[in-house]
């Protein structure tokens, strides 16, 4: 501990979570110098990692957890936020030139470039994903801008000129969801939150290659215990990134095969090479064992060169099959010895070309944790530590339906600009309406638009929001898409062209006799629901030759009177029209279609008998008493009577109906051709 800090001091905390060990480092950056204020170093007790890739999210998180107690002993003070790097076997990347023009001359600031960066960034992502066939979800952990150009010419930089046309060349590189996921479980499990995230060999090579140097052709190696990073420099710009699953375990594993030890003995065997003159150690079997390092080192050779060679290999592929021009190494793993001989001779480069990068590098770093040495181990978590300098002020991560997202930060970012940077589709925002009805109505088209369906629903950290409202770093926000509405459900009765009943006077009485209505050909009523493509026709109006048809009559056209004129079976009876013929029995069954009018072509009865004057002269003629709605009434000069008789002696008018009509004899349901007799209790009135 020391105080040269005081509580003031803005510290930041470095995390590199690797194969066998969990490193954190915390300090702050004054000027060019990074003091290291805390320091410490846990291993796993359990293989919960294995190249790079976390296994076991609760035993890493323990691990993690006992390294953050320690540095908080040393700094007094509670760790909230941490910078963290990822690693993996899997890793991709994407190189892509982006452009971007302006209508006029424009001063270029740090919101244009980033602009610019971010749609590289987004371009390699599809790159990668159309050259990807397992359905992987990829996120970006890191990127390099490899050139610049204002107006079509390569520049170093584009901040503060002035240009109508910039691009960008852009080298990003990706992981797949689960891996960040993990990482972020671990750190969400120690109540720690993830200010920047970047990858280990940018990180690395942050440190150990400075920019000054990138003009060259260089390779860094970061050798850890599970995977082995590598970063290829060229002409000012890092050109290329890659990873492979060799590394210090590898060395490992061939020890604990060969002498029959646990991968823990195995890995202090592995770290004693150097420091020790004998190693002594016992088997699973309880032998005891004494070996001199070269004796050991003897055996794993084989693993060593095998390391070097597919490492070799990766550098060819990085840098268009050939070797660059000198190799850094950093990392516990590179450290064993022979290694750097080794690659140097699969590279062909003389040994002088690859070597180690330790105190060399880390020139502007202070350390005032005692104990802590600057050597290659310490490289990469120095600058995982400091790409929170490097990421925080420009980017933040925000997690969109549960997936971490990366956004530039230009301190004014809303909901909105998140959702167009995940492809979220502005128009999946608003309500889309259902399916169209369409159909044709008498010969003409019909479209019918759908329901609206609901607008789409924005919930940031479990409250709901609107399209507009601000983000921030580690927001957890929903976006729950539009739904689109139901098709319409439509009845003909619904539609402009019914009418409603149709009513005709027919021989003094009003009935109601509802629209032909047909769907493709078939009589239907007027509750039947359209559907797509029907073929729907409504008429408004009878013909003579309709009206028989409804009321299941054969009558001669020629006794048939339409508004006092003769007709034929074609011709129009309208709405209010009067229909009479000579009849052969002076009534009919209206009241069924009063009650039915609804229903299309039901049966109706209509009976006429044409009474002859001779035999009119043969029957005796009487007359009856009846009370209708109270009152009597005399009927006269008839040999019999029938309900409808009644109407030639009130003052009831059914030509203008008022509701539904009721009839009773007797306080029974009555037809209009059932007889009467003297005392009869009629009741006639309008119901609704």
């Not at 008498?442 to 983000?471: D, H």
């Not at 051709?673 to 009741?683: C, H, N, R, V």
Request: with cysteine.
């Amino acid at each position: 501990m020391t105080d040269q800090f005081n509580d003031n001091t803005p510290l930041v905390f470095g995390l590199d979570i690797g194969t066998r060990s969990v490193v954190g480092i915390v300090g702050y950056k004054e000027k060019e110098k990074f003091h290291i204020v805390g320091h410490h170093m846990i291993e796993h007790d359990t293989r919960a990692m294995i190249d790079g890739q976390i296994h076991d999210i609760n035993k890493v998180a323990e691990t993690v957890n006992l390294v953050k107690e320690a540095l908080e002993k040393q700094i007094n003070r509670p760790l909230t936020s941490v910078c963290i790097a990822a690693a993996g076997r899997v890793l991709k990347t994407g190189n892509v030139k982006v452009e971007s023009e302006f209508e006029v001359e424009t001063p270029l600031n740090k919101e244009h470039i980033f602009s610019l960066e971010l749609q590289g960034v987004e371009q390699a992502h599809r790159q990668v994903i159309s050259t990807d066939d397992n359905d992987i979800t990829y996120h970006c952990v890191g990127y390099s801008i490899v050139k610049y150009y204002l107006n079509d010419f390569i520049m170093t930089s584009l901040d503060g000129h002035k240009g109508k046309k910039i691009g960008a060349e852009v080298l990003a590189t990706f992981l797949p969801q689960e891996v960040i996921d993990s990482l972020y479980s671990v750190i969400e499990k120690v109540g720690l939150k993830v200010s920047s995230l970047t990858l280990e060999p940018i990180a690395a090579i942050n440190v150990a290659i400075p920019e000054n140097y990138r003009l060259l052709n260089l390779a860094l190696v970061d050798v850890g215990a599970g995977t082995s990073d590598i970063a290829i420099t060229k002409d000012g710009s890092i050109i290329a990134y890659g990873m492979i699953p060799y590394a210090g375990d590898e060395i490992t594993e061939q020890i604990v095969h060969h002498y029959l030890v646990d991968f823990e003995t195995a890995e202090k065997i592995k770290l004693k090479l150097d420091k020790s003159k004998v190693i002594s150690f016992k088997d699973i079997m309880g032998t005891s064992h004494k070996y001199e390092p070269s004796e050991i080192i003897k055996t794993i050779m084989p693993a060593i060169e095998n390391m070097a060679e597919n490492i070799s290999s990766k550098i060819y592929e990085l840098n268009g099959n050939k070797p660059t021009n000198a190799v850094f190494c950093v990392g516990g793993g590179g450290q064993i010895s022979s290694f750097t001989d080794l690659l140097s001779q699969k590279l062909n480069l003389t040994k002088e070309r690859v070597a180690l990068r330790g105190s060399e590098v880390l020139q502007f770093v202070n350390i005032l944790k005692k104990g802590v040495k600057k050597d290659p181990s310490i490289v990469t978590p120095v600058g995982i530590a400091l790409s929170a300098y490097y990421q925080n002020s420009n980017f933040i991560h925000v997690f969109v339906n549960d997936t971490l997202v990366k956004i530039y930060n230009n301190n004014k970012l809303t909901v909105i600009d998140v959702a167009v940077l995940t492809g979220f589709n502005y128009k999946d925002l608003f309500p889309k309406r259902g399916e169209s009805l369409t159909f044709t109505l008498n010969g003409e088209e019909q479209v019918i638009k759908g329901m609206l369906g609901e607008s789409a629903k924005i919930v940031l950290n479990n409250e709901e929001v609107s399209i507009n409202t601000p983000i921030v770093h580690n927001d957890q926000i929903q976006l729950i898409e539009a739904t689109s509405g139901e098709p319409p459900t439509v009845k003909v009765e619904e539609l402009k062209a019914f009418k409603g009943d149709l009513h005709f006077i027919i021989n003094n009485q009003n009935i109601s006799c509802p629209p032909i209505i047909k769907a493709n050909g078939e009589h239907i009523t007027k509750e039947y629901i359209i559907n797509n493509n029907d073929r729907i026709e409504i008429k408004n109006n009878y013909t003579v030759g309709d009206l028989l048809e409804f009321m299941d009559l054969t009558i001669e056209i020629d006794r048939i009177i339409l508004n006092g004129e003769k007709v034929n079976e074609d011709s129009i009876i309208e709405n209010n029209d009067y229909v009479n013929w000579k009849e052969k029995k002076p009534s009919m069954e209206i009241e069924e279609l009063l009650n039915n009018k609804e229903i299309a072509f039901q049966e109706a009865v209509v009976t006429v008998d044409e009474i002859g004057s001779s035999e009119m002269s043969d029957r005796i003629l009487s007359s009856i008493i009846v009370k209708v709605n109270n009152e009597e009434i005399k009927l006269l000069n008839k040999s019999e009577y029938i309900f409808v008789d009644i109407f030639d002696y009130i003052d009831f008018d059914l030509r203008k109906p008022k509701g539904k009509l009721i009839t009773k004899l007797n306080n029974n349901d009555v037809t209009y051709t059932q007889a009467l007799k003297s005392g009869d209790k009629i009741e006639i009135y309008w119901e609704g």
